[in-house]
Structure formats: structure tokens, C-alpha cells
């Protein structure tokens, strides 16, 4: 009778599935394909977008500024060349032109005659007539005279026509130097997120640090989630952006930024990772942007650094280590520390398994950081 209990109790019992191996998780193939994944955003900041197929290009001829500005340097220098030398040219061919209409040239050295361009005797004269016009050299040798009325309107269209493009090409040039775009190489971030527990709290982490010693006014902080998902209607909505809170109900995304700081994004019932533990975490597919944003101290222009985290450099239980000292009555910052982490006790669950372990009083506080309790080191 016990025996068929047994029996009967094991063939009614559901069948537990087999547990997830982690060979296959960190299987050669599956670590393959998310090296091979296309990053929306590269680490240094760049978006691996590109545009096709746009029909009104015109649009871009309406902001011509900024159309040359964002050109390559090579680009940008050949249309920097050749919007003097085609003035140049047509401008030279012009005085040439009237030249050889109105007899200057057939007459070049007889003193009777009043040229209206003096001393052109070819288009190479002519081109230096423009050249010298136009920049204001002015040797003396060629000049117009005032024997023809259409060889001043001529050097008053050209002085005109020299200036507007003195103006827009010296302003894109400026433009194109003093860009905060270089700002942005000296805002450097961590190589890795972590993932650990922080005031009771399970927290996503990185680091950002200033190099420069000129500080970014006003800076601010946000990331973006970056994954696909598909609604309850069926639609597949790829590389849909989520915002992660970064502290912008309490003012902590802006920052004062004169010594690397841990950016802290809690992770509660309202981030998308309440639900992720450390097992899920290597199954997810999942991309971090983070942006920062600041005033350049210097030219009082915007700047704008970002970076990017798959879900492959995130360090489930880690932390980072202190990378100020106080020495000599002021704060050393060690940059050779920025990037290094070290292992803390972390459950492997998610917060919304802790949270709910909490309420029945099942969750240890986490013990004190022995690095802290030091104080040498400090962030």
C-alpha cells in the first residue's frame, strides 16, 4: 500500500524541467554572437546609423552652414579652396573679357589711349588683377580705371562677393576648430557597468571622470535602454528607447564634475531591470546609452560625450574601486584606478526577488566594505 502511494504520488507530481547548463549559456557560439551584435552606439561615442534613401536632399542646400561644417576635413578644406579660386576665376575671366571687348589689350603701351583695365594684356594678368582685387593686395601695376563704368561695378561686385565668402568661410572654419566635439575626448567613462547592493538597494554603476582641469558647467547625465521587444498585439518594435532613471526627480544628474564620480541607477519596480537577475541577465540583449552633456568652461559652447554598455559588460557583483586620496592638504585623483573593480557579496537574484524576500525578513544586510571603513580611499 505505501509502495503504490509512492507510486501514484510520483507519476502525478509535475516532471521538474532540467536545469539551464551554463556551458550552454557561455556556450563558444552564443559568446560569438554577441561579439558579432551591431552596437547602436560605439564606445567612443559614435551611432552606427546611417541614412538612406532620403528623396528631399535639398533640404540640406537650405542649411548650407551647417551642411559644410559637418563635412570631413578634407572635404571641408576642398570647399574652402575652391570657393576663392572659382571667384578667382570668374572674376578673371570677366575683366579679361571686358578687356579684350573694349580694345585694352590691342592698345597695351600706347599712351594716347585710355584703357579701362590697365596693363592686362591676357588672362593670366586678368586673374592677377582678380586675385589682387579681391584680397586687397593691390600692386599698382594692374588697376581699373575710372574710363569705364561697368570696370567699377565690376570691382564693386567682386569686393562684395569676396567679402560674403570671407564671412561664411572664416565663420566655418572657426566653427569647425573650436567644435566641443574634441571637448568630448577628454569625458571618459568606464570599460564596465557593476551591479551591486548600495544602501539596501540593488544598483547599476558606472564611472565617469573629466581629465581636463577647465570643469563642465551646468553637466547633466541621462541613458537610454536600447532593446526590441514585441506588444501584446503581436508588433515588434525594434530598438525600442527606454529612459533609466539617473536620479532626475532629485537633481542627482547634474553633476559637479571635477573628480570621477559613480553614476547610481536604482533599480526598483519602476526600471527595466526589475525583474532581471544574474542567470537572466546573460540571456538578455540589451544596450545602455549613456549621454553627457555640459558647457564648455572655455568657449561657453554645448558639448555632448556618450558611450555605450551591452549587456556583456556588466559585472553582476562588483564594485569600484576608491580612486581618490587625500595627500598633502588636497584630493588626489589616481586614474590608473578608474577602471578597477573588485568583488562584493551580491545575491544572485533580482530586486524584485529581494525586495519581495525583504517584506518576510529573509535578506541579510549586506556587510560593511572593509575599503571604506579605512578612509584613505575614498569616492
Not at 573694349?102 to 588683377?129: K, M, T, Y
Not at 533599480?267 to 564648455?296: K, T
Request: hydrophobic share 40%.
Amino acid at each position: 500500500g505505501a509502495g503504490d502511494a509512492r507510486r501514484r504520488h510520483s507519476a502525478n507530481a509535475p516532471t521538474p524541467s532540467p536545469p539551464r547548463s551554463p556551458q550552454v549559456a557561455d556556450s563558444p557560439m552564443v559568446q560569438a554572437g554577441k561579439r558579432q551584435r551591431q552596437r547602436y552606439v560605439t564606445k567612443v561615442g559614435k551611432c552606427q546609423v546611417n541614412l538612406g534613401n532620403i528623396q528631399d536632399k535639398k533640404r540640406f542646400l537650405s542649411d548650407i552652414f551647417t551642411t559644410i561644417v559637418d563635412l570631413k576635413y578634407r572635404w571641408f578644406l576642398f570647399v574652402f579652396m575652391m570657393c576663392y579660386i572659382i571667384t578667382w576665376v570668374v572674376f578673371g575671366f570677366i575683366y579679361f573679357l571686358d578687356a579684350w571687348v573694349r580694345g585694352d589689350i590691342g592698345h597695351l603701351g600706347d599712351p594716347e589711349w585710355q584703357a579701362c583695365i590697365e596693363n592686362v594684356d591676357g588672362f593670366v594678368s586678368a586673374l592677377l588683377l582678380s586675385v589682387e582685387s579681391q584680397r586687397t593686395i593691390g600692386y599698382g601695376t594692374r588697376m581699373v580705371t575710372a574710363n569705364c563704368a561697368e570696370g567699377v561695378i565690376l570691382l564693386m561686385a567682386q569686393s562684395i562677393v569676396g567679402s560674403m565668402i570671407d564671412a561664411m568661410m572664416v565663420g566655418c572654419m572657426f566653427v569647425k576648430i573650436s567644435r566641443p566635439k574634441k571637448r568630448a575626448q577628454t569625458l571618459i567613462f568606464s570599460k564596465n557597468c557593476v551591479i551591486s547592493r548600495r544602501d539596501e538597494k540593488l544598483c547599476l554603476m558606472f564611472r565617469v571622470g573629466d581629465l581636463r582641469e577647465s570643469h563642465m558647467v551646468d553637466a547633466k547625465i541621462r541613458a537610454k535602454l536600447i532593446k526590441s521587444r514585441q506588444t501584446a498585439e503581436g508588433e515588434f518594435i525594434p530598438l525600442e528607447q527606454s529612459e533609466l532613471n539617473l536620479g532626475y526627480d532629485t537633481g542627482e544628474d547634474r553633476l559637479f564634475l571635477v573628480e570621477p564620480q559613480i553614476i547610481c541607477h536604482v533599480i526598483n519596480r519602476h526600471s527595466p531591470f526589475w525583474d532581471m537577475s544574474a542567470e537572466s541577465l546573460r540571456r538578455e540583449q540589451f544596450e545602455i546609452i549613456i549621454i553627457l552633456e555640459g558647457i564648455v568652461e572655455a568657449t561657453g559652447m554645448t558639448c555632448q560625450a556618450r558611450t555605450s554598455y551591452t549587456e556583456d559588460e556588466i559585472l553582476w557583483g562588483y564594485r569600484f574601486e576608491p580612486c581618490m586620496s587625500l595627500e598633502k592638504g588636497a584630493f588626489q585623483v589616481d586614474y590608473s584606478r578608474f577602471e578597477m573593480t573588485f568583488e562584493v557579496q551580491t545575491p544572485a537574484a533580482s530586486a524584485k526577488e529581494l525586495h519581495e524576500l525583504k517584506e518576510l525578513d529573509l535578506v541579510p544586510s549586506p556587510p560593511r566594505s572593509p575599503t571604506a571603513a579605512t578612509g584613505h580611499y575614498f569616492c
